[in-house]
């Protein structure tokens, strides 16, 4: 499957409608991730990390009041940027199901690539969360066993969905050596990340 939408381009685009850093943080995450997921499973790095790099494209135009726009503006962005149905059905996956947006309420993933971009950028949240309760606050710090263990309590990022995280089974990966990879791919990058 062709994206038509190179690393350079995909910069240009987050350039483009990405203002907030937390926001490039969080798609630099989702990148690292979908690179080595797509590693671990013999996939397209090329394609599967520039689709983590971009899956939130519209984000810091449709958080807050706008926010049911979410992955629906995004189709048009890169539709208008030349990009791929492949592509853009992807990116729109990670939203999938979302009671608060009509037209991907009824919609559900069903490849590889999709149940892993839902996982891998929902646990972004998780492992930042994890890294800010240590006591330097460093990502460095973060032993598998307490992100396994944060992962189980319900309560801790309590608006980070486990059974979103838990999708990464349906790609073909389980949860605790996608908890390892996660861990290990964002030490990569701490650094980047402040922590």
Request: proline share 2%; glycine share 4%.
């Amino acid at each position: 499957m062709e994206l038509w939408i190179n690393y350079l381009q995909a910069q240009s685009l987050v350039d483009k409608y990405i203002t907030e850093p937390y926001t490039r943080l969080h798609l630099r995450e989702s990148e690292v991730i979908m690179r080595w997921l797509a590693r671990h499973f013999w996939e397209n790095e090329e394609q599967w990390w520039i689709i983590g790099f971009l899956h939130d494209l519209d984000w810091d135009i449709t958080k807050g009041s706008d926010q049911t726009n979410h992955c629906v503006l995004v189709q048009s962005l890169l539709r208008d940027a030349g990009g791929t149905d492949f592509l853009i059905d992807t990116i729109a996956s990670h939203w999938y199901d979302n009671e608060s947006i009509p037209e991907l309420r009824d919609k559900k993933r069903t490849t590889r690539i999709e149940y892993s971009l839902a996982a891998a950028e929902t646990l972004t949240w998780l492992i930042f969360a994890t890294a800010l309760m240590q006591p330097e606050k460093k990502l460095e710090n973060v032993k598998f066993e307490s992100l396994k263990s944060k992962f189980k309590n319900k309560w801790f990022a309590s608006r980070c969905d486990r059974n979103i995280i838990l999708e990464c089974e349906k790609a073909g990966i389980g949860i605790d050596e996608f908890l390892q990879i996660w861990l290990s791919s964002m030490k990569e990058i701490a650094w980047e990340l402040w922590l």
